[in-house]
C-alpha cells in the first residue's frame, strides 16, 4: 500500500516511525482540553490549545475587578489523585496504565487538615480541605452541615430527623455499592458501543442505580429535609435529582471519601498551573484564536474506493488560518460543534436533529458580588446551599417548564473566608449562583438579569444571610444564560452541557471519538463521563486512551493493557 493509499491514521504512524511527531489541535483551553492536552504531550504528540477567549478556562475563567478575584465557574474540588496524577506526568511516559484508582488512594482516610495535594501537586499549587463541605440552608431556617463524615451525620439527623436514622445506615451502604461498581471499576469505561452499555445492565439493575436519584432518596428517607440533603449535589453538575439517574449517588461517596477542597488563589490557579504544565512539556497555547470550522477529508478505501471514510485534518480560524493535525479534539459544546463547526454534509449521526432534540442542561445566573467586612461575623460557611420553600415544584419549573419562578434556590460560595487574598483587606469576594432554565426558554435576560439579581442580594440582606449586604457592597456583576450561550458558546446558554438524564448517558451520551469522523475527538462536560471537575479530568485520560489506541502509541504496552483490541488497528466507535 502506497502513502497515499494508507488512512490518515496509519499515515501519522508511519510518520512518527520516521521521526515527525504527531500534532493534535485541541478546541478549548478548559479543564477538559488542559487536561487532555497534558495527557497528549506525556503521549508524545505535539499539541496546540485553541482557545477563543483571552485567556484560559473556558468554565473556569477567573477575573479580576476592583481589587476582587472571582472563580466564575468550578469552585468544588474532589479527588486530588486526578490533579496529582496529571502534575506528575512526563514527556514520552503516558501515564494512561498508571491504575486509575490506586489502593492506597482509595483506602487512604480522608485529609481533614493540612495541604491535600501530592507531591507533584505542591509545585504548583496549594490545596486545602473545606470543612465542612457545604452548609445546607433550610427555608425555615434550620442547617445542616454535609462534610461525608457517618458520626457527624447520624448526629445531625438526630436533631433534624430521627426517624430517618435507620434509612441513612441503609443509604449509606447502598451508595457505597455503587461507588464502588460505578466510579471506582466503571468510572473510566468509554461506552463506545451497544454492547459496553448492556453488559453493565444488569449490575445498574441489580444496584437500583436506574431508577431516579430523588426516588432512590426516597426509599430511605421520609423526611424532605433529608431527601434534599441526599439528592442536592446532582445541580452542581447540571443534573435534576428528579431526572438523574441513581448512579449519581456515588457523589456522596466520592467527596466522602477524598473530601472537597479549595485551590489557594482560587479555582483559576489551578488553571493557569495545569497551562504552566502543559506548556513545560512542550505544548503550545493560543488565544483571541477562535475556531471557524473543523477541516474534513475524505480518504477511499477498498474495493476501488467504494467505501470512503471522513477524517479530520486541522482546523480553521475565523482569521483565516489553516492548522493542519492528525487529530483534533473538541473541548467545546458538543452540540455547537457539530452544529457550527462541521458541515452537515459529514453528520450522519450526530445529525441536526439529533443535536437539537437532545436535552440540554439548565442554566444559570450568577452574581460576583464585593462587600466590606466591618467587623461583623458571618454565620456561613465557604459553600452554602440555600434552599427555598418548594424543591420538586421548583425544579420542575427551571428543567420541564423552562419558567423562572417567584422563589429560588442559590449555592453561595465565600471563598475569603479561606483565601483572604481574594479581596483587598478588609472585603470579602463571594459569588451567589441561582440555576435557572436555559435560553430555550425564550427569557428575555436584559430584563430578567437586572431585576433578579436584585431579588436575590436583597434576598441574601433581607433574610439575615449577610446584614446590610446592599449598604456595604461595593462592587457587583452578573451573567446570564446569555453568557453561556455568546461567551462560552454554549447551545442554548446550557451551563453544563446535555442534561445527564438516563438516556443521554454512557452509551447515550455524546462519545468521546466521533462516530462521523475520524481523528476527531470531544472531552469535557458534554462527552463522557459527565459534567463536575473530576469527571472532566476523567474524560481525558478516557478520550487519550482513545487516540492512543487509534495511533498505536506505545502499542506493544497497549496491547497487553487493553487486550480486547489492538492499539495498531484504528478502532472506530
Known amino acids: 500500500m502506497t502513502p497515499q493509499q494508507q488512512t490518515p491514521q496509519a499515515q501519522s504512524r508511519s510518520a512518527s516511525r520516521s521521526g515527525r511527531s504527531k500534532t493534535a489541535v485541541i478546541i478549548g483551553a478548559g479543564f477538559g482540553g488542559l487536561a487532555l492536552g497534558i495527557r497528549l504531550q506525556s503521549l508524545g504528540f505535539d499539541t496546540t490549545i485553541m482557545e477563543r477567549r483571552d485567556a484560559p478556562g473556558g468554565r473556569a475563567y477567573q477575573f479580576q475587578a476592583d481589587g476582587f478575584t472571582f472563580d466564575m465557574g468550578p469552585t468544588v474540588i474532589t479527588v486530588p489523585h486526578f490533579i496529582e496524577e496529571l502534575f506528575?506526568?512526563?514527556?514520552?511516559?503516558?501515564?494512561?496504565?498508571?491504575?486509575?484508582?490506586?489502593?492506597?488512594?482509595?483506602?487512604?482516610?480522608?485529609?481533614?487538615?493540612?495541604?491535600?495535594?501530592?507531591?507533584?501537586?505542591?509545585?504548583?499549587?496549594?490545596?486545602?480541605?473545606?470543612?465542612?463541605?457545604?452548609?445546607?440552608y433550610f427555608d425555615d431556617g434550620s442547617f445542616f452541615d454535609y462534610d461525608g463524615d457517618p458520626e457527624g451525620t447520624r448526629a445531625q439527623i438526630r436533631v433534624l430527623a430521627p426517624e430517618d436514622l435507620p434509612g441513612y445506615e441503609r443509604f449509606?451502604?447502598?451508595?457505597?455499592?455503587?461507588?464502588?461498581?460505578?466510579?471506582?471499576?466503571?468510572?473510566?469505561?468509554?461506552?463506545?458501543?451497544?454492547?459496553?452499555?448492556?453488559?453493565?445492565?444488569?449490575?445498574?439493575?441489580?444496584?437500583?442505580?436506574?431508577?431516579?436519584?430523588?426516588?432512590?432518596?426516597?426509599?430511605?428517607?421520609?423526611?424532605?429535609?433529608?431527601?434534599?440533603?441526599?439528592?442536592?449535589?446532582?445541580?452542581?453538575?447540571?443534573?435534576?435529582?428528579?431526572?438523574?439517574?441513581?448512579?449519581?449517588?456515588?457523589?456522596?461517596?466520592?467527596?466522602?471519601?477524598?473530601?472537597?477542597?479549595?485551590?489557594?488563589?482560587?479555582?483559576?490557579?489551578?488553571?493557569?498551573?495545569?497551562?504552566?504544565?502543559?506548556?513545560?512539556?512542550?505544548?503550545?497555547?493560543?488565544?483571541?484564536?477562535?475556531?471557524?470550522?473543523?477541516?474534513?477529508?475524505?480518504?477511499?478505501?477498498?474495493?476501488?474506493?467504494?467505501?470512503?471514510?471522513?477524517?479530520?485534518?486541522?482546523?480553521?480560524?475565523?482569521?483565516?488560518?489553516?492548522?493542519?493535525?492528525?487529530?483534533?479534539?473538541?473541548?467545546?459544546?458538543?452540540?455547537?460543534?457539530?452544529?457550527?463547526?462541521?458541515?452537515?454534509?459529514?453528520?450522519?449521526?450526530?445529525?441536526?436533529?439529533?443535536?437539537?432534540?437532545?436535552?440540554?442542561?439548565?442554566?444559570?445566573?450568577?452574581?460576583?458580588?464585593?462587600?466590606?467586612?466591618?467587623?461583623?461575623?458571618?454565620d456561613l460557611r465557604h459553600h452554602n446551599i440555600i434552599l427555598g420553600p418548594r424543591y420538586e415544584e421548583l425544579l420542575t419549573d427551571i428543567f420541564d417548564r423552562k419558567v423562572l419562578a417567584e422563589d429560588f434556590s442559590q449555592y453561595l460560595h465565600l471563598p475569603t473566608l479561606t483565601d483572604p487574598s481574594?479581596?483587598?483587606?478588609?472585603?470579602?469576594?463571594?459569588?451567589?449562583?441561582?440555576?435557572?432554565?436555559?435560553?430555550?426558554?425564550?427569557?428575555?435576560?436584559?430584563?430578567?438579569?437586572?431585576?433578579?439579581?436584585?431579588?436575590?442580594?436583597?434576598?441574601?440582606?433581607?433574610?439575615?444571610?449577610?446584614?446590610?449586604?446592599?449598604?456595604?457592597?461595593?462592587?457587583?456583576?452578573?451573567?446570564?444564560?446569555?453568557?453561556?450561550?455568546?461567551?462560552?458558546?454554549?447551545?442554548?446558554?446550557?451551563?453544563?452541557?446535555?442534561?445527564?438524564?438516563?438516556?443521554?448517558?454512557?452509551y447515550f451520551r455524546p462519545h468521546n471519538r466521533s462516530e462521523d469522523i475520524g481523528n476527531l475527538y470531544l472531552v469535557g462536560a458534554s462527552a463522557q463521563p459527565g459534567a463536575g471537575t473530576p469527571s472532566v479530568m476523567m474524560s481525558a485520560k478516557m478520550t487519550a486512551r482513545e487516540i492512543a489506541r487509534d495511533f498505536g502509541v506505545h502499542s506493544s504496552i497497549l496491547q497487553s493493557a487493553f487486550p480486547q483490541e489492538d492499539p495498531e488497528v484504528p478502532v472506530r466507535g
Open 172 to 378: 449509606h451502604e447502598d451508595a457505597r455499592a455503587i461507588f464502588e461498581r460505578g466510579f471506582l471499576e466503571l468510572g473510566y469505561t468509554h461506552f463506545g458501543d451497544l454492547g459496553s452499555m448492556l453488559r453493565v445492565v444488569p449490575d445498574l439493575l441489580k444496584l437500583d442505580a436506574v431508577r431516579t436519584l430523588f426516588s432512590f432518596a426516597r426509599k430511605y428517607f421520609r423526611n424532605p429535609k433529608m431527601q434534599q440533603v441526599f439528592s442536592f449535589e446532582t445541580l452542581l453538575v447540571g443534573g435534576n435529582p428528579l431526572k438523574v439517574p441513581a448512579i449519581y449517588a456515588m457523589i456522596h461517596f466520592v467527596e466522602k471519601t477524598w473530601g472537597v477542597h479549595y485551590v489557594m488563589g482560587g479555582t483559576g490557579a489551578l488553571v493557569r498551573a495545569f497551562v504552566r504544565k502543559f506548556e513545560e512539556l512542550g505544548g503550545t497555547m493560543r488565544y483571541n484564536a477562535p475556531v471557524a470550522r473543523i477541516e474534513v477529508t475524505d480518504a477511499r478505501g477498498g474495493m476501488g474506493g467504494l467505501f470512503s471514510r471522513r477524517f479530520a485534518r486541522g482546523v480553521t480560524l475565523q482569521c483565516g488560518e489553516h492548522l493542519a493535525a492528525d487529530v483534533v479534539v473538541s473541548n467545546g459544546d458538543w452540540a455547537n460543534t457539530y452544529l457550527k463547526l462541521i458541515e452537515r454534509r459529514h453528520r450522519r449521526v450526530n445529525s441536526d436533529a439529533r443535536v437539537k432534540l437532545a436535552r440540554q442542561s439548565m442554566s444559570l445566573l450568577v452574581v460576583y458580588f464585593g462587600f466590606r467586612a466591618d467587623s461583623l461575623p458571618l
Open 422 to 506: 481574594l479581596a483587598p483587606p478588609g472585603y470579602h469576594a463571594a459569588y451567589t449562583l441561582v440555576p435557572v432554565p436555559h435560553n430555550g426558554s425564550g427569557l428575555d435576560w436584559t430584563e430578567v438579569g437586572p431585576k433578579l439579581t436584585e431579588r436575590v442580594l436583597r434576598f441574601l440582606e433581607e433574610r439575615g444571610f449577610i446584614p446590610g449586604l446592599r449598604e456595604r457592597l461595593v462592587y457587583q456583576h452578573f451573567v446570564t444564560p446569555d453568557y453561556f450561550e455568546q461567551e462560552l458558546d454554549s447551545y442554548q446558554g446550557n451551563a453544563f452541557g446535555v442534561e445527564p438524564v438516563l438516556m443521554q448517558s454512557a
Open 88 to 136: 506528575s506526568l512526563e514527556r514520552g511516559k503516558a501515564g494512561l496504565l498508571a491504575p486509575d484508582f490506586p489502593p492506597a488512594v482509595v483506602s487512604a482516610p480522608r485529609v481533614m487538615s493540612g495541604l491535600s495535594g501530592g507531591p507533584a501537586t505542591r509545585r504548583y499549587v496549594d490545596i486545602v480541605p473545606i470543612l465542612p463541605f457545604y452548609r445546607i
